[in-house]
C-alpha cells in the first residue's frame, strides 16, 4: 500500500526521502489530532454537496472519531515509512473501510490539509498561552497588592533613582503582560480564518461549500482568497512567533530583574534554597539559576520572528518545501514559552522579599532628591530653581532626604491602579471567544 499521497510507479531514492522527510513524521505527531478535526469537517461537507454518500460519511465519521481519541490519549502513531500525519490517517481509513476510505481526499490537497493543521493547532496553542498570561499577570497583580508598602529603589542607567516599591515593581509587570495579550487578540484573528477548501492553492473545481467547513471547524471567517490561504504558510507562523517574542521580552527583563535583585549587592529578593542551585568549590552559593535560564530562553524565543522571515522572506506565492521548517522552530518555541510563564508563577510567589530601609541607608539617600525639589516646588519656589539648589545642597554634603512621601497620583507609589490593571486584563482575556470554538469541535466529536 502507498505510503506517501503523492506517490507514483517509480521509486524515491532513500537518501531523498530522508531527507525532504526530515523531523515532520516526530512533530506531526502534536498534529494529528487536528488533522483528524479537519477531516472530519471535509467529510461531512462533501456528503453534504453530494460528493460522498451517507453510508461512506458515516463509517469514515466512526473511524476519525476513534483514530482522534487515540490521538488525543497519545496512543497515536505514525508507522515507518509513513511520510506524514495526512498519509498516515489516509493510510488507516483505506485499511479499514478500503474504497471509503480513498475517497477522503476528493477536493483537497496535503496543501490546505497542512494550513487548517497548523491554524487548528495555533489556536489551541495561543488559548493555552493566552490563558498561563493572565494567570501570571493576576499573580503579580496579587503581589504587588501584598507587598506595595515595601520600598526599594528604582533605577536608571542602573544608577539609583527615584524610590519605587515591590508594588509598583510587581504591578509594572502585571500590566506589561496585559500588553502582550492585547498583541495575542490580533494575532488570534489572523489565524482564526479557515484555509480548508483552498487545495493546493488554486482552488477546486468540486462545489466545496467552505462556509460549512468554516462553521463545522469553530473559524471565525473563511480566508477567501485561495491564494492568500495558500499565502498564510508562513505569516501565520510569523505572527504567532511576535506574539511568542512580545511574552518572552517581558519575560526575560522580569528575569534579568530577579537575578539582579537577588544578589547580595541588591539584596532585595532572596531565593529559598530549594529553588536555586550550588557552586561545586564555593559552598555559600546559592544561585538563582532557574530565572538565568528563563532569561536565557526568552532571550533566544525573542529571535523567533527574523527565524520565520529568513526562512520565508524570499519565496514567491505558491507551496514552496522550506515551509516544513517553519514546524521545527516555532513548536519547541510554544512548549518554552510556556514553561517559562508556568515555572515564573510558580517560583515568583515563593520568592522572599525585603524592603529596605532607604532615608537612613547612606547608598540611597539620593533617592530623595527628587522629593526635596517638589517639597521646594509646592513652597512656591520656581522648578529649576529649586533645582539648581537641591543640587547644590548635594554637592555640598549638606542634603538631608525628606523622609515622606507623597505620590497620590494613578500609577504611582501610595496609589497603584491595581484594580484598573485587574479591569483591563479581564476585558482582553473576555474578547478571545474560546467558547465558540471549543464547541464546534465538540459537536464535531
Known sequence: MATKLWEKDYDLDQRIADFTIGRDRELDLELAPFDILGSLAHIQMLSEVGLLDEGAARRCREKLQALYQDAASGQFTIEEGVEDVHSQVEMLLTRALGDDGKKIHSGRSRNDQVLVDLRLYFRHRIQGIVELTGE????????SEEHKDKLIPGYTHL??????????????????LVDDLKLWTGIYDVVDQNPLGSAAGYGSSFPLDRDRTTELLGFSSPVVNVVAAQMGRGKSELVTAFGIAGVAQTLGKLAMDVCLYS????GFLQLPNELTTGSSIMPHKKNPDVFELIR??????QTLPAQMAQLTGNLPSGYHREFQLLKEAIFPALDQLEDCLSMVRYALPRTRVSAQELPTDPRYVYLYSVEAVNNLVLQGVPFRDAYTQVGRDIEAGTFVPPTELKHTHLGSLGNLGNERIAAKREAVLAS??????????????
Open 263 to 266: 544578589s547580595q549587592n541588591f
Open 159 to 176: 544608577q539609583v533613582a527615584m524610590v519605587s516599591s515591590f508594588g509598583l515593581w510587581f504591578g509594572a509587570y502585571a500590566e506589561a
Open 296 to 301: 536565557g530562553r526568552c532571550n533566544l524565543l
Open 432 to 445: 478571545f471567544d474560546f467558547e465558540r470554538s471549543a464547541k464546534a469541535l465538540e459537536n464535531l466529536l
Open 136 to 143: 501570571l499577570s493576576q499573580t503579580l497583580t496579587e503581589l
